[in-house]
């Protein structure tokens, strides 16, 4: 019974920053992959940051530059640092986490960018 949880969501203008935070428990074991994805209205949920454990990183371009992934030292935790904010970022952002083999979602969190 892995549960992932976000955080951090919100309303802000355009150019502007937010940080998510997503948690991972009722799990002993490290996460493999951790990451984040969205889903805009009308749109399919798409990829937008990725980490390994060892740290590794993969971002989608459309955010690269702008948004950083990193995991907690709990290594169950993940972040989504999100600066210069757009309006084509609206979405709601979903917190997944995989091991070995099995994916867990996050029930997401709403970001709104306002122009």
């Known amino acids: 019974q892995v549960h992932l949880v976000e955080s951090g969501g919100g309303l802000v203008q355009a150019g502007g920053s937010l940080r998510l935070s997503c948690a991972a428990s009722?799990?002993?074991?490290?996460?493999?992959?951790m990451g984040w994805y969205r889903q805009a209205p009308g749109k399919q949920r798409e990829l937008v940051a990725v980490v390994s454990r060892g740290g590794s990183t993969h971002y989608a371009d459309s955010v690269k530059g702008r948004f950083t992934i990193s995991r907690g030292n709990a290594q169950n935790t993940v972040y989504l640092q999100m600066t210069s904010l757009k309006p084509g970022d609206t979405a709601v952002y979903y917190c997944r986490g995989t091991l070995q083999g099995n994916d867990y979602w996050g029930k997401g969190a709403q970001v709104t960018v306002s122009s």
């Open positions: 009722g799990i002993i074991f490290s996460i493999d992959v």
